[in-house]
């Protein structure tokens, strides 16, 4: 019996079965949150317009509170939600902006909330050569973490060696790749934010002439 081959299936298998059971938990606790998110959020509005309609404001501290659960981080400002849940598609924008944020400063100015990015990713150009560093290294990381299972044959190295050599890239090699993934993100996902504000301004601007 060939016993490489048949552990070569058996974790598979394995691997397999733990992702099919990943991604049902995933879900699962997925929709939970979904599902608590819209309870909050139709509780926190309906206390708003009741604060609005009887004239009575809520606490500030209980509105920035409010507002930062609404989001699920106190890494934000409720003029900051209050903004971004102006713009299309605001659910996204919102997880946008939490994910991107450190790309952006905010600019309150005569009262009309800006968020523009950091002047150092300010340019075009600047955002594009982040992006391709980083997707480069996620490739190329990404690669060398699994590099012992591709070169193995290449190396006639048996099964032992390659898993011990396995063993030290894939974490620490997937990990980098990982945040290099994860960093290449922020830059699309922040852009995305950033069109979508801009959009959000062109259509005011038409708006406010036509309204005059």
Avoid at 6 to 33: E, N, Q, R, W
Avoid at 103 to 125: A, H, M, P, Q, V
């Amino acid at each position: 019996m060939n016993w490489e081959l048949t552990l070569k299936i058996a974790s598979a298998l394995v691997g397999i079965i733990s992702l099919i059971k990943i991604f049902h938990d995933l879900f699962t606790s997925k929709k939970t949150s979904l599902q608590n998110e819209y309870n909050f959020v139709k509780i926190f509005l309906n206390d708003l317009t009741d604060a609005e309609n009887n004239n009575k404001p809520l606490h500030p501290f209980a509105l920035e509170k409010g507002y930062q659960a609404l989001a699920g981080t106190d890494a934000v400002s409720s003029s900051e939600v209050k903004y971004i849940l102006t713009l299309k598609d605001s659910a996204q924008c919102l997880r946008d902006f939490i994910f991107a944020k450190y790309l952006f400063e905010r600019l309150n100015t005569d009262g009309d909330f800006k968020i523009k990015f950091r002047k150092k990713y300010s340019k075009l150009w600047v955002r594009n050569l982040n992006k391709t560093y980083y997707i480069l290294g996620y490739v190329i990381l990404a690669f060398i973490s699994i590099s012992p299972l591709v070169f193995m044959s290449f190396l006639n190295q048996t099964l032992s060696q390659m898993s011990t050599q396995l063993m030290i890239t894939l974490p620490i090699f997937g990990f980098l790749s990982y945040i290099s993934l994860n960093n290449w993100g922020k830059f699309i996902r922040g852009e995305h934010l950033y069109q979508n504000q801009k959009e959000y301004q062109k259509t005011k601007i038409i708006t406010d002439k036509y309204s005059h």
